[in-house]
T-cell receptor, first 115, second 116 residues
Framework: DAGVIQSPRHEVTEMGQEVTLRCKPISGHDYLFWYRQTMMRGLELLIYFNNNVPIDDSGMPEDRFSAKMPNASFSTLKIQPSEPRDSAVYFC?????????????FGPGTRLTVT | AQSVTQLGSHVSVSEGALVLLRCNYSSSVPPYLFWYVQYPNQGLQLLLKYTTGATLVKGINGFEAEFKKSETSFHLTKPSAHMSDAAEYFCAVSSYYGGATNKLIFGTGTLLAVQP
């Protein structure tokens, strides 16, 4: 399996622009997670889905952030409008539902720079 | 609610020395515990995990961790550090409730430096 795929790997945009990050989970996995990592705040869970349905979006920082999962093999995280403080590495992870401690598999991340 | 505390945001060891990274957890139900490693400019990769059974868990790259319920700890060790072990290490906990255990609570990470 190719693992979790994220695109783009790097994104540089100007403040006020819309940014869309994309994720393809591992085939067959039914959980998908979006994280943000910064030096100041560490690793933060933004939102996660189960069977394409958002379960917990309490980590989404504000209304400028939105996430969708239209099908089992694709998810997007959108920031509109973007701000310099959104600069971070965004990770997508997926896992298989289980009752005995299912590990998450992380993608390589998207490094977002907002100028 | 579950939580994880990693003592020491930065740890430095000499090549060949023992590596000990500390993790303490809080959980009202039996925990499932994980250690992840993040190399520069990469995503997180699973090192090892504890679910049930044997409390000493062996992982990749010679790392192991021991679950100690009485101490609520899950410290990560490696007998002899290699230069290639330099990375950031994250401890995480999940618990079984509501039929799923997939959400992980991560610690703040420990950056391991290995000196030649």
């Amino acid at each position: 399996d190719a693992g979790v795929i994220q695109s783009p790997r790097h994104e540089v945009t100007e403040m006020g622009q819309e940014v869309t990050l994309r994720c393809k989970p591992i085939s067959g996995h039914d959980y998908l997670f979006w994280y943000r990592q910064t030096m100041m705040r560490g690793l933060e869970l933004l939102i996660y889905f189960n069977n394409n349905v958002p379960i917990d979006d309490s980590g989404m920082p504000e209304d400028r952030f939105s996430a969708k999962m239209p099908n089992a093999s694709f998810s997007t995280l959108k920031i509109q409008p973007s701000e310099p403080r959104d600069s971070a590495v965004y990770f997508c992870a997926s896992s298989l539902a289980g009752t005995r401690g299912s590990e998450q598999y992380f993608g390589p991340g998207t490094r977002l720079t907002v100028t | 609610a579950q939580s994880v505390t990693q003592l020491g945001s930065h740890v430095s060891v000499s090549e060949g020395a023992l590596v000990l990274l500390r993790c303490n957890y809080s959980s009202s139900v039996p925990p499932y515990l994980f250690w992840y490693v993040q190399y520069p400019n990469q995503g997180l990769q699973l090192l090892l995990k504890y679910t049930t059974g044997a409390t000493l868990v062996k992982g990749i790259n010679g790392f192991e961790a021991e679950f100690k319920k009485s101490e609520t700890s899950f410290h990560l060790t490696k007998p002899s550090a290699h230069m290639s072990d330099a990375a950031e290490y994250f401890c995480a906990v999940s618990s079984y409730y509501g039929g799923a255990t997939n959400k992980l609570i991560f610690g703040t990470g420990t950056l391991l430096a290995v000196q030649p």
